[in-house]
């Protein structure tokens, strides 16, 4: 069964620190959680009685994985339920970079129900089918959604590359991080 250990590294280090690009529909941002993502986890890190900005900028990697990307985006996809860890990368890392998309679009793939959730009828089809092939599927469906984000708000084209790479980082028994670090399994 997949394992968070070896996706979140991968995602950590695309993720970077603090940053508030003015074309980032998500706004302020650190190490991949936005403001509002905070504030649904509801912590105030600093505890001065609101959750805020100054909030945002004091997580740690430990606070990202165990209090978000655990919980609310890894636990979405039911993960530790997926056999195949690259199916799991792949999808946990969509979820993760266009919340439900990341769901329903794969359960199209699947043809199982499009509702977002996963469930038994999804994570069986998913366990069920051909991994290498369904891999390459959702990857080229998630390049065509790249190129629709841009189509669709060309101020979103400024991040088309970074995706990208990231997107191509994703590979079938292997992730390479940020940094040049390749992890197989």
Known sequence: MAKIEILAPFILSFEGGFSNHPADRGGATN????????????????????IDVDDLRLLTDHDVVERVMRPHY???????????QSLANLLVDWVWASGAHGIRIPQRLLGVKV?????????AALNGCDAREFFSEVKARRVAFIESIVARDPSQGVFKAGWMRRLNCIGYGELK???GKIYRF
């Open 31 to 50: 190490k991949g959680v936005t403001i509002a993502t905070w504030r649904q986890v509801g912590y105030d890190k600093d505890g001065d009685g609101d």
């Open 74 to 84: 890894w636990n979405r996809w039911k993960a530790d339920r997926i056999r195949s």
């Open 115 to 123: 509702d977002g959730i996963v469930g038994e009828k999804t994570l």
């Open 177 to 179: 991080d940020n940094h």
